[in-house]
């Protein structure tokens, strides 16, 4: 699984972009996928999870009700929609893959054996 993203780029604050992560590799389906992000000089963060069917979600408190995470199988996707972005937002974003037959969405970035090369969002005030 090789995740590749795409979709960031410099927007006002209240816009909106959508992040897209393709996820090459026949294991996608079975695999728990998470938005993560990093800020210059802060620690990588986790955003957004979504289990392997895109029935569960989870979020981190400072991105409820402004992210949605979702994914398509059939094309090898995940997206992240994200809206009333603010300047606090502006980070790499990151998709990671991790193979879990439990399901499990994970917060910690050391569970992840599968990175992208991220992108970057910055959102001006």
């Known amino acids: 699984v090789q995740p590749v993203e795409s979709g960031g780029g410099l927007v006002q604050a209240e816009g909106s972009l959508r992040l897209s992560c393709l996820a090459s590799g026949r294991f996608f389906s079975t695999c728990v996928v998470g938005w993560f992000r990093q800020a210059p000089g802060k620690e990588r963060e986790f955003v957004a999870g979504?289990?392997?069917?895109?029935?569960?979600?989870y979020y981190t408190d400072s991105v409820k009700g402004r992210f949605t995470i979702s994914r398509d199988n059939a094309r090898g996707t995940i997206y992240l929609q994200m809206n009333s972005l603010k300047p606090e937002d502006t980070a790499v974003y990151y998709c990671?893959?991790?193979?879990?037959?439990?399901?499990?969405?994970?917060?910690?970035?050391?569970?992840?054996?599968?990175w992208g090369q991220g992108t970057q969002v910055t959102v001006s005030s």
């Open positions: 990671a893959a991790r193979q879990d037959f439990s399901n499990r969405i994970e917060v910690r970035r050391e569970k992840y054996g599968y």
């Open positions: 979504i289990g392997q069917k895109g029935i569960s979600t």
